[in-house]
């Protein structure tokens, strides 16, 4: 575990202007209870409770290899190319946008696909690919999910017609560990594999070799990582509802509906936190739209979106809570230069910070809300290093389970997404 994140509390949560008509304590005996079904492995989704204790027991000699891996992919291709969908590429997008930047200092470039039907995105990589360096991780438990399968169709043409006799190990395959036609096909063409566990959904596989790879391939240091899923679990698996933050989260949402709160808006200061944001909404959404219950997801960045989506949250419908995330200390930072001749009428400003103008635009801006009788929780990350955002990601895990074992549905399954695949494979065989 990295020694400089012992005794430092990376999260800070804040009821404070949130206008919660109850407190959080009269959930205490709730939380308890369905504290116990998640660590007895007894409540609802019991199969899938794999995320929980990962932290603790996750298996080091395929960490090992993905280190290797992610050295290899780094040293001889100039491109990776992640094709999945869903939580087969949200959680390592948004982790390496968090770390490092929309515009990082690496030699490796990442392209997503596998997340869209659209011809024109597909083909267009396909043609910008034809001058890269390239390998492929394709990334699917059963291999089967259509906007994957179909991509990777294209992407195996691809590169065997590009490498030849090498294509075999630019291709690495992430999937059940052993069904599955993903699986059968990397056992017939002998690509190597990374397993996603049976007991862990997509969307909480982030620190798995889901989410692993990429990020070791992009140069993140996955030890502090999963040091930060370890902080996460150490204290927020705990049933103290004093003392758990994650679990006091949970409980805010629950109070906030009950008073007409339909809409969960996730508000970020950081552009590289909309892929979080992204990544969030799939959490949040799968894991508690079910059985015409739950709140809705969505999210904005401010303070661009205060110039589109601002006036609707200040004066519209008051449908509609928010969560903020607000990063204390971001990696880069300057002062705003001082003019002589003052031109842009600027000057005020001049010696501030730009972190410190962010910051006010978010301190006015929760002013403004609150005038406005919005609820507001406040969760304050430390910063954006990998143990961070590691236990960040954790805080959300276990807030979500204990948000809709509240509700007493599953968090774990999905059976809405089903739905639309159904139809759609039917129409396309019709």
Not at 78 to 90: A, E, M, P, R, W
Not at 238 to 255: G, K, M, S, W
């Amino acid at each position: 575990m990295a020694e400089r994140n012992k005794g430092v509390n990376m999260i800070q949560f804040s009821t404070e202007y949130a206008y919660l008509d109850q407190e959080l304590n009269a959930y205490q005996a709730q939380v308890k209870k369905a504290h116990q079904a998640l660590n007895k492995k007894t409540g609802l989704g019991k199969d899938f409770l794999g995320w929980l204790e990962w932290p603790n027991n996750y298996d080091e000699a395929e960490f090992s290899e993905i280190l290797k891996l992610g050295e290899e992919i780094y040293q001889n291709a100039n491109t990776l190319v992640v094709c999945g969908i869903g939580g087969s590429y949200l959680g390592a997008r948004a982790v390496i946008e968090m770390i490092q930047g929309l515009y990082p200092k690496r030699d490796l470039e990442i392209i997503y696909v596998g997340n869209s039907f659209s011809a024109p995105y597909l083909l267009q990589i396909l043609e910008y690919l034809k001058s890269r360096n390239v390998y492929l991780n394709v990334i699917s438990k059963s291999g089967t999910t259509l906007e994957t399968a179909l991509a990777f169709r294209l992407l195996r043409q691809f590169i065997e017609e590009k490498y030849g006799n090498d294509a075999q190990k630019r291709i690495i395959v992430t999937t059940d560990k052993k069904r599955g036609v993903l699986k059968e096909i990397a056992t017939k063409e002998k690509y190597r594999t990374l397993t996603i566990p049976d007991d862990i959904g997509g969307r909480f596989s982030v620190n798995t070799a889901v989410g692993l790879l990429p990020l070791a391939a992009a140069k993140i240091d996955i030890k502090e990582f999963m040091a930060g899923f370890k902080n996460g679990y150490l204290k927020y698996n705990n049933p103290n509802l004093d003392e758990n933050l994650a679990y006091q989260y949970a409980v805010a949402r629950r109070i906030l509906e009950k008073t007409g709160k339909q809409v969960e808006l996730l508000v970020t200061y950081e552009p590289a936190l909309v892929m979080f944001a992204e990544w969030w909404k799939q959490l949040f959404g799968e894991s508690e739209g079910k059985k015409d219950q739950g709140i809705f997801p969505a999210s904005v960045n401010f303070s661009t979106d205060l110039h589109s989506m601002g006036q609707f949250i200040q004066d519209g419908t008051k449908l509609l809570f928010e969560t903020i995330i607000q990063v204390d200390n971001p990696e880069l930072d300057s002062k705003v230069p001082q003019l002589s001749d003052d031109s842009d009428n600027l000057n005020y400003l001049a010696n501030k910070t730009l972190d410190e103008v962010n910051k006010m635009a978010a301190l006015g801006t929760l002013k403004a809300h609150h005038e406005a009788n919005i609820s507001c929780l406040l969760i304050n990350l430390k910063d954006l290093s990998p143990a961070s955002v590691g236990e960040l990601m954790y805080f959300f895990f276990q807030a979500i389970a204990m948000s809709v074992y509240l509700l007493k549905l599953n968090p774990f399954d999905q059976p809405g997404v089903e739905v639309y695949k159904k139809n759609m494979l039917d129409l396309l065989k019709e």
